[in-house]
């Protein structure tokens, strides 16, 4: 696999990712998932590189995928447990990025609950002159890149299984409905579908969808909408995206019960009937079952693609970990 296009060091976010970008993103994993269908699965590709996952934050599948895709490519993988590190001994983040560097990462993963620690540290590597990639896996309320390109990845494919590519989404209707205020997730897929020339509709209660989220689609390819009802956001949707309450990041009470809750904004099968016949309903995961999406609607395999995000999470960040090494083996 040669790839002569990519010239990011670093990925925080998706606010300036190109349609360029998008796609190479989009066919470096679909050339991942076909290693991935064989019986060995795994390539020489980031042999003797050093890929450190950083997660000061809980996290199953980001984290579990992220050394998996590392692994497959050969990377030697170092995982990184705050509870058990020196940072209980008082050790700043950059100095534990920096005890890393030393150790010669290549990569730092980073996962952290404050937004704007992954560019602090990418900040610091490119003030001290060395060529370590920072991929941000999650910054608070910030953005969650790997999350957003693996939802892309995942829709386009269902579109078009062998070529997965941008154009694949122009003039469809995407919804994304909960809680958009505190979700990176949703931030960084208002920025892939909005460059893809689809129309994105957001619903939430206007305690989790503040009016200022209408500034995000100034200048974007597609248009986006916001809604305080579900209804108008379903209406005919090719694709619903469904959120988690990110209680753990709720200073006030801003809802009035999960029961209301759900009743107003939890994806059920009859609101499916409000969208396209062949709806399909994704969610980032983890779930909190009967809140955001009805039980049994996130098990059938007609409707959801829950399980599907989470297989592509690893093609997808094998794309991203080669594009962000190659340059360096
Ligand atoms: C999300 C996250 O951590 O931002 N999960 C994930 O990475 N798959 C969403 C969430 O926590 O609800």
Redesign the pocket.
């Known amino acids: 696999m040669t790839n002569t296009t990519w010239t990011r060091r670093h990925i925080l976010s998706l606010a300036d990712f190109t349609g360029v970008e998008y796609d190479t993103v989009l066919q470096t994993a679909a050339s991942f998932r076909e290693v991935l269908s064989r019986r060995v699965k795994k390539v020489p590709t980031l042999q003797g590189q050093v890929v450190c996952n950083l997660f000061f934050?809980?996290?199953?599948?980001?984290r579990s995928s992220f050394e998996l895709a590392a692994k497959r490519l050969s990377a030697d993988t170092l995982n990184f447990t705050p509870s058990t590190s020196s940072l209980t001994k008082g050790e700043t983040i950059l100095d534990t990025a920096k005890t890393y560097l030393a150790m010669g990462a290549d990569i730092m993963v980073i996962?952290h609950r404050e937004a704007g620690v992954p560019q602090a540290v990418a900040t610091e590597m490119n003030r001290l002159g060395v060529r370590v990639g920072v991929l941000n896996?999650?910054d608070g309320q910030h953005e969650?890149p790997?999350?957003a390109l693996l939802d892309l990845f995942t829709i386009c494919s269902l579109l078009d299984p062998k070529n997965p590519r941008l154009e694949l989404l122009a003039g469809k209707k995407v919804a994304i409905v909960g809680?958009i205020l505190h979700?990176?997730?949703a931030r960084s897929n208002i920025w892939s579908i909005t460059a893809t020339g689809a129309e994105l509709h957001l619903a939430g209660p206007p305690t989790l969808l503040p009016k200022l989220f209408a500034d995000y689609g100034t200048g974007r390819a597609g248009k986006l909408f916001l809604h305080w009802e579900i209804e108008p956001a379903l209406a005919d949707a090719d694709l619903v995206m469904t959120?988690?309450?990110?209680k753990e990041r709720m200073s006030q009470h801003l809802l009035p019960s999960l029961r209301e809750y759900h009743q107003r904004y939890g994806i059920t099968r009859s609101l499916l009937k409000l969208c396209k016949p062949d709806v399909k309903v994704l969610h980032?995961?983890?779930?909190n079952r009967g809140v955001e999406i009805s039980s049994d609607l996130m098990d059938d395999s007609q409707f959801s693609l829950i399980s599907q995000?989470?297989t592509s999470?690893v093609a997808v960040r094998m794309a991203l970990l080669y594009l962000m090494g190659s340059g360096k083996t």
């Open positions: 934050e809980s996290s199953t599948r980001t996962r896996a999650g969650h790997s999350q809680d979700s990176r997730v959120l988690r309450l990110q980032p995961g983890p779930v995000q989470v999470g």
